[in-house]
């Protein structure tokens, strides 16, 4: 299982995301038996559950971020041959960071300041 940092919010890992450390994943089989498992270092864990059951696969969301992948209702649904390898992930964005972005803004604010021209006289008095 891999946990992403999903950085621009597309639910999808691309190569600059890294994995999430410290997130607890949960195995639910038909009997309602549940499994935690944990994220290491790099987003991803291992477990060697019982083959030949359907299972729902879940995170367990921190406050402060919001799941982009899986799409609602946010879990997996799978069914484990014995022997078989399946990789399964989890993408969430931290709310309140926004993803930098190369959008350029003109902060140059004209300014019109009215000048007095003083005309001299030309004509002398009498």
């Known amino acids: 299982m891999t946990k992403f940092n999903d950085l621009d919010h597309d639910g999808v ?18 009997n309602m038996n549940l499994t935690q498992i944990v994220t ?10 019982q083959a030949g059951l359907q299972y ?7 406050i402060g971020w919001t799941q982009s992948f899986p ?12 022997g078989q390898l399946i ?24 300014t019109n300041t009215p000048t007095r021209t003083h005309t001299p006289n030309i004509n002398p008095p009498d």
Do not use: M, Y
């Open 87 to 110: 990789n399964i992930s989890f993408g969430n964005f931290q709310n309140g960071v926004s993803t930098p972005t190369s959008t350029r803004t003109n902060t140059a604010t004209p």
């Open 40 to 49: 290491n270092s790099g987003g991803t864990t291992c477990t060697g559950i």
């Open 71 to 82: 799409a609602p209702s946010g879990a997996h649904n799978l069914f484990i041959e014995c």
């Open 13 to 30: 890992q691309d190569p600059f995301e890294p994995g999430l450390a410290g997130w607890t994943i949960n195995l639910s089989d038909p």
């Open 56 to 62: 729902v696969a879940f995170e367990t969301l921190q």
